[in-house]
């Protein structure tokens, strides 16, 4: 059980819009397999471009989910001290794992973007459908950057929890 605490209730604006995001690509993902497999198997004639797609939509799943996961502390975690520590330890152990989310995630968002960077100033694509690498760079940059802001939400309610708590 998760008992840290959340700034927001479940039902947040922010993770409805996110959800909403995230179901895309994943339907997407759907929609374009059957019809590969079906066009495959039974016309002899696969999707072209469909693999290139699946991949761009994989990498939005994951990073349109990325923020959603963060704000609900859903990462996997080690928890061997949880059990030993409380109170003021405990605000600590969770400010300290919090910053360094935000230092990894933050780490993400500025490597993407000058993956983003690049990409655009090489003009890279996709071999098949020549589909530009840099504005899905960019848009995993965005979705990185926005769980940034949710980390520090996070850690910004845990010291006002311990504020209120003195």
């Not at 039902?11 to 059957?34: C, E, K, N, Q, Y």
């Not at 939005?60 to 520590?85: K, N, Q, Y």
């Not at 919090?98 to 690049?118: I, K, P, Y």
Request: contains cysteine; proline residues 5%; neutral net charge.
């Amino acid at each position: 059980m998760n008992d840290t605490p959340n700034p927001a209730p479940r039902a947040h604006a922010l993770d409805r819009l996110l959800g909403g995001l995230s179901a895309l690509p994943v339907a997407l993902i759907v929609v374009l397999t059957f019809a590969d497999v079906l066009g495959r198997y039974v016309f002899s004639s696969p999707l072209r471009g469909s693999v290139e797609l699946i991949e761009y939509a994989m990498a939005l799943v994951i990073f349109t989910a990325l923020p959603l996961v963060t704000r609900s502390r859903g990462h996997v975690s080690v928890s061997l001290i949880d059990g030993l520590v409380r109170g003021t330890a405990k605000r600590f152990k969770l400010v300290l794992c919090d910053a360094l989310s935000a230092l990894a995630l933050g780490l993400m968002t500025w490597r993407l973007w000058v993956q983003g960077t690049e990409d655009l100033e090489a003009g890279t694509s996709t071999i098949v459908l020549g589909l530009p690498q840099a504005p899905l760079s960019f848009a995993l940059a965005a979705f990185a950057g926005i769980s940034v802001l949710v980390v520090l939400m996070l850690i910004s309610a845990t010291l006002r929890q311990a504020g209120e708590a003195a």
